[in-house]
Antibody, heavy 120, light 107 residues
Framework: EVQLVESGGGLVQPGGSLRLSCAAS????????MYWVRQAPGKGLESVSA????????FYANSVKGRFSISRDNTRNTMSLQMGSLTAEDMAVYYC?????????????WGQGTTVTVSS | EIVLTQSPATLSLSPGERATLSCRAS??????LAWYLQKPGQAPRLLIY???NRATGIPARFSGSGSGTDFTLTISSLEPEDFAVYYC?????????FGQGTQLEIK
């Protein structure tokens, strides 16, 4: 079964750090670009970060640039998002998702999401 | 940043009716556009990729069309499970933004 499973969310104080992980299974991980998409409570979807198939190209939303770092390990089929200097604006459900090779646009597999709460 | 504007914000229809959702880009995204459906408490689900291709397992009542700046998602005959929020997303240039969503509700 093709699957993505996020972990690492939780409660963190403002200014704190958190590391999210995404474990992939059931497909050739190195064939897919990977994304982090977040959704604040009651809001729409926001592309947070993306990484190319071999990890040499990364993107960040302006709102997280300099604070978040995306990485992947194709030998372990995992992707991570290191988040720092967290604020209330970062509070959201964070999804990892894949864009398969050959798709111009479309994230066809999503994880169930992991919730990040920023509060003192 | 390319802005995607979805209309209408809310669409009230009955099962069996035809739904037409619009997504307009602030500049051309060619065919780099996807449509998603999201139900409460669930992750988004890909419906259409590359503007007009149905994703795996998506029923034929869903179709996508358009290129450049104007795109349409059509649901030919609404089923009860289709009532949810729909998003479009582009991948023309980073950031790969989403539209604000269209809420499809039962009339």
């Amino acid at each position: 079964e093709v699957q993505l499973v996020e972990s690492g969310g939780g409660l963190v104080q403002p200014g704190g750090s958190l590391r999210l992980s995404c474990a992939a299974s059931g497909f050739t991980f190195s064939d897919s670009a990977m994304y982090w998409v977040r959704q604040a409570p009651g809001k729409g979807l926001e592309s947070v970060s993306a990484i190319s198939e071999n990890g040499d190209i990364t993107f960040y939303a302006n709102s997280v640039k300099g604070r978040f770092s995306i990485s992947r390990d194709n030998t372990r089929n995992t992707m991570s998002l290191q988040m720092g200097s967290l604020t209330a604006e970062d509070m959201a459900v964070y999804y990892c998702a894949r864009r398969p090779r050959g798709y111009l646009c479309g994230l066809d597999v999503w994880g169930q999401g992991t919730t990040v709460t920023v509060s003192s | 940043e390319i802005v995607l504007t979805q209309s209408p914000a809310t669409l009230s229809l009955s099962p069996g009716e035809r739904a037409t959702l619009s997504c307009r880009a602030s500049q051309s995204v060619s065919s780099y556009l996807a449509w998603y459906l999201q139900k409460p408490g669930q992750a988004p689900r890909l419906l259409i990729y590359d503007a007009s291709n149905r994703a795996t397992g998506i029923p034929a009542r869903f179709s996508g069309s358009g290129s450049g700046t104007d795109f349409t998602l059509t649901i030919s005959s609404l089923e009860p499970e289709d009532f949810a929020v729909y998003y479009c997303q582009h991948r023309r240039s980073w950031p790969y933004t989403f539209g604000q969503g269209t809420q499809l509700e039962i009339k």
